[in-house]
């Protein structure tokens, strides 16, 4: 199993990013996914989460009407597209798959001026 998150950065305050997470090694079209995120010094948070194919998805609070998770099941990719950034979403943000219990490595997101 392996998942591989790719598309984080340095963006100014509202800016905009999108996250990829390459997943392989599963039959990734049978498995809900999420994002995760971990600022420093916090607990590592859920952020999106995404059913299996794609019909259910649910977001935290602080990223509601901000973030879209999405998924393309015949490329084995899940992405998080994020506006309005605010210093408060910097952390490093990470790939789950919910039927393999299965993390990526993460991706480095920070929103600096």
């Known amino acids: 199993v392996q998942l591989v998150e790719s598309g984080g950065g340095l963006v100014q305050p509202g800016g905009s990013l999108r996250l990829s997470c390459a997943a392989s090694?599963?039959?990734?079209?049978?498995?809900?996914m999420s994002w995760f995120r971990q600022a420093p010094g916090k607990a590592r948070e859920l952020v999106a989460f995404?059913?299996?194919?794609?019909?259910?998805?649910s977001y935290a609070d602080s990223v509601k009407g901000r973030f879209t998770i999405s998924r393309v099941n015949a490329k084995n990719t899940v992405y998080l597209e994020m506006n309005s950034l605010n210093l408060e979403d910097t952390a490093v943000y990470y790939c789950?798959?919910?039927?393999?219990?299965?993390w990526g490595q993460g991706t480095q997101v920070t929103v600096s001026s």
């Open positions: 789950y798959a919910h039927s393999t219990v299965s």
């Open positions: 090694g599963f039959t990734f079209s049978r498995s809900d």
């Open positions: 995404i059913s299996n194919g794609g019909g259910s998805k």
